[in-house]
């Protein structure tokens, strides 16, 4: 089974708006280069347990919560790292996958919450929209580049 990355996103600081990237750095067992997370600067780097080096999320999740939930979040409001097409995220906890050459591990869903609707300054539901389909929170186990149009490769 395989997909492929079809957006990339990052952000310097909690609550800076997402940046578009063509391509950037995955550091094994710490994140996607200058992004929050890799850097400890996230609004949840400090609660729990959970890995938190990349999320993703997949097109067809954004698409059902428009069309289910009558909400319109586009890809960066999401808050998720990188968007795919045609992988089914919610199978991945505890599989290994790659995105092009980065080995990775999915660790947990990302249980959707307030926060991107009020840093998109939108009176929508993201919570309720992306309720089961808020994608993925994965530990990167292998350095390298990851690019806009990398395959998606389950193992």
Avoid at 13 to 25: C, H, R, T
Avoid at 121 to 141: C, H, M, P, V, W
Wanted: glycine share 10%; with cysteine; aromatic share 6%.
């Amino acid at each position: 089974m395989s997909g492929k990355v079809i957006k990339l996103f990052t952000s310097a600081d909690k609550g800076l708006p997402m940046e578009k990237m063509y391509s950037v750095k995955a550091e094994a067992g710490r994140g996607l280069v200058g992004d929050r997370y890799a850097e400890g600067k996230g609004s949840w780097s400090n609660s729990g347990n959970k890995i938190r080096h990349v999320s993703l999320i997949d097109i067809d999740a954004i698409i059902l919560a428009r069309l289910n939930f009558d909400v319109d979040f586009t890809p960066a409001e999401t808050r998720r790292n990188l968007v795919t097409r045609d992988v089914e995220l919610n199978d991945l906890i505890d599989r290994e996958f790659t995105v092009g050459a980065v080995r990775m591990i999915g660790r947990s869903l990302c249980d959707p919450c307030a926060r991107p609707a009020r840093l998109a300054n939108k009176d929508q539901d993201f919570t309720a929209a992306f309720e089961n389909n808020g994608g993925l929170r994965a530990e990167i186990l292998t350095s390298g580049i990851i690019a806009v149009g990398a395959t998606v490769l389950i193992q």
